[in-house]
């Protein structure tokens, strides 16, 4: 049997925008716009932000600093310290 080789730059794909911003929107967050929202959002370092990531702990960071949140509300306190938090999980 024998192959031929196709030569993929003849073929040109056309995507309307309603596709293409539909697949934007189903796509996660990536690794470097996580660190820049945890940056931004709760005041963490660049290093604090990459650890979290990087070892798969942003779901229990985002549960603990939520919890500790409502928690704080409850109690008519003042808002929580992310910083804290994500000093228990980096050490």
Excluded at 1 to 10: A, E, T
Excluded at 54 to 70: I, P, R, S, W, Y
Aim: charged share 20%; glycine share 2%.
């Amino acid at each position: 049997m024998r192959y031929f080789h196709i030569v993929l730059s003849s073929i040109r794909l056309i995507y309307c925008k309603e596709y293409i911003s539909k697949i934007q929107m189903e796509m996660p967050e990536l690794p470097h716009e996580t660190i820049a929202r945890l940056e931004s959002v709760y005041g963490l370092s660049k290093y604090d932000a990459s650890v979290i990531v990087h070892n798969d702990a942003l779901t229990f960071f985002e549960k603990v600093c939520g919890f500790v949140c409502e928690l704080l509300i409850l109690q008519a306190a003042q808002s929580t310290n992310p910083k804290r938090v994500s000093n228990l999980y980096v050490e």
